[in-house]
């Protein structure tokens, strides 16, 4: 019999018993019909729109008994089952008791016995004896525990007692058990008539619907759930550490490219052309356009960088190595969003020069970054990387200190610790750890340093203008919130879309 005419037959079984009763208490009901409580509110719901019965809730405190009472209640109190076992057996280990009995039976049982001074424990052996030569002939908790499984309901029992059995022996606990008592309605003698929920076109027709019943506009219907867009989990984080900077007052930098040349993502940041990962193995060359004009653009900026990285100058004696224009106009996918924060200083240097002044500024990036990595389930050969820098007077190592430890605050962190680490266009560096809030556990949460002279005075800027940044990935953030730990399960086609309509947003602390 499928779905829809079992539930005809149990509204008309509910209306039956109704017409016997009188008035029925739905879970009552649903004891008596065998069938789960919620689906039984549902049928009443149903026949209270057509006002066939009406309904009071009533909200009543139900014993429920806990795993511990459920074995009172089929295998006896505790401390008797003990008994029984040291009866049959004689004495017996603590050890052969939990076995035999379960440790929760046995650390219970034992503690009541000792209690009541009917056995005795010999620390040295480990035995336990039993000291009373006649068993309790009434198990009185257990007798308790068929009364309260018989009758749950809680204005039964004295309060003492419930407050024995569910504080001490913790064998019951108390729910607010909601239920409705139903009665019949205006429209019961109508029965389970089919109702009508819409005036239709024929229904009008020779006024049809005057022969016709209505059921009542139920207004507190919730309307069909709309399914509309969810942000993906990966940028509903990047919005949220977006609000911060902005509320820090930092600016977003321009990050829509991800084809660079070489000179921005290596060369400007002072970084030497024979670095490692400046080989193809960790970075992504392009075939077409293979070159940038970078030097047609910038022709004064780019030679001096080319010093720099020869010669050096403003006091540092640069890599000393022949360096290659070619290599530099090399067209990549860009490593890091470091590559923006180094064409967005040349600007301030220019506006500077142009200007006379400098104003000190705070920028931040959060955009897709490239490494030929191997993959595995925390990196793809992309990632979204996100970095913050502040340029202005006299600043270093303390200033950066204290803005990194201020930004991740606000990202729920609360301890951090700093070391020591090398980038080719910081000094010094950092790697940033900090104690995950849930667990406890330090996490690597970034990197940080202080932009080398290197790499800003050949833009111009002022010598007295220190740059300090740190940077770490959105999908660290992202995989921790949502409790991931395979990065293809936020990004990428294997993304279950169902979890990110699900998803909840993630909460920047206050
Ligand atoms: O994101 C990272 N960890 C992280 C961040 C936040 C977080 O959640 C917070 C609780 C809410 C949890 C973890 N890392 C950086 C640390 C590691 O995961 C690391 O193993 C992987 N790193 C990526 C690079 O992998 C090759 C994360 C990525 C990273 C590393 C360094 C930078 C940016 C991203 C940088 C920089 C920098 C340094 C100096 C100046 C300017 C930028």
Redesign the pocket.
């Known amino acids: 019999m499928d779905s829809k005419n079992t539930y005809e037959k149990e509204k008309n079984l509910i209306l039956e018993i109704l017409k016997q009763k009188g008035e029925i208490n739905s879970q009552n009901l649903a004891d008596e019909l065998k069938i789960d409580h919620q689906h039984t509110i549902g049928i009443i719901n149903a026949l209270e729109i057509k006002e066939i019965v009406k309904t009071e809730s009533k909200e009543k405190s139900c014993i429920i008994l806990t795993d511990a009472g459920k074995n009172c209640l089929n295998k006896g109190a505790p401390d008797i089952q003990i008994f029984k076992e040291l009866k049959e057996k004689g004495d017996l280990s603590k050890s052969e008791l939990s076995t035999k009995l379960g440790k929760n039976v046995l650390s219970h049982g034992f503690n009541l016995a000792m209690k009541s001074k009917s056995i005795s424990y010999d620390k040295k052996t480990d035995k336990i004896s039993l000291k009373i030569t006649q068993l309790p002939l009434k198990d009185e908790l257990q007798e308790t525990m068929k009364k309260f499984f018989e009758s749950p309901d809680i204005d039964k029992y004295e309060p003492k007692l419930i407050k024995e059995y569910s504080k001490i022996y913790k064998f019951i606990k108390i729910n607010q058990i909601k239920s409705f008592i139903v009665k019949p309605g205006p429209n019961f003698e109508l029965g389970n008539i089919k109702m009508k929920n819409e005036l239709t076109t024929d229904l009008l027709v020779n006024n049809e619907y005057e022969k016709e019943k209505f059921s009542k506009y139920n207004y507190n219907a919730l309307g069909k759930q709309v399914k509309n867009g969810a942000l993906h989990r990966l940028l509903s984080v990047r919005s949220q550490i977006r609000e911060i900077f902005l509320e820090q007052g930092f600016e977003e930098m321009p990050t829509n490219n991800f084809v660079e040349s070489s000179f921005w993502n290596f060369d400007a940041l002072f970084q030497p052309q024979q670095h490692p990962s400046r080989e193809a193995h960790d970075t992504f060359f392009l075939s077409n356009p293979k070159m940038a004009n970078t030097e047609k653009f910038y022709p004064e900026y780019f030679n001096k960088v080319k010093d720099i990285h020869e010669k050096g100058g403003f006091g540092s004696e640069g890599w000393k190595y022949k360096w290659s224009a070619d290599e530099a106009e090399k067209n990549i996918l860009r490593t890091?969003t470091?590559a923006v924060?180094s064409r967005v200083l040349y600007k301030l240097a220019e506006n500077y020069k142009k200007t006379g002044i400098f104003v000190p500024k705070k920028y931040f990036s959060i955009d897709r970054v490239f490494?030929n990595?191997s993959l595995d389930n925390t990196?793809l050969a992309e990632?979204h990387?996100?970095?913050g820098?502040i340029a202005d007077y006299d600043i270093g190592l303390s200033h950066l200190l204290g803005t990194v430890e201020q930004y991740?605050k606000r990202?729920?962190?609360d301890k951090f610790r700093f070391k020591p680490a090398y980038?080719p266009?910081?000094e010094p560096?950092m790697e940033i750890f900090?104690r995950?809030?849930n667990n406890k556990k330090w996490?690597?949460?970034?990197?940080?340093?202080v932009?080398r002279p290197e790499m800003l005075l050949p833009m111009g800027l002022p010598s007295n203008v220190n740059v300090i940044?740190?940077?770490?990935?959105l999908e660290?953030?992202a995989m921790?919130?949502y409790h991931l730990n395979n990065i293809r399960d936020l990004f990428g086609h294997e993304v279950n879309i169902k979890h990110t309509q699900e998803a909840s947003m993630y909460y920047i602390k206050e």
């Open positions: 890091h470091t924060s490494r990595e990196h990632f990387q996100i970095e820098f991740f990202l729920g962190l980038n266009y910081t560096s900090a995950h809030p996490i690597e949460i970034g990197n940080s340093g932009f940044a740190w940077g770490f990935s660290r953030p921790l919130h």
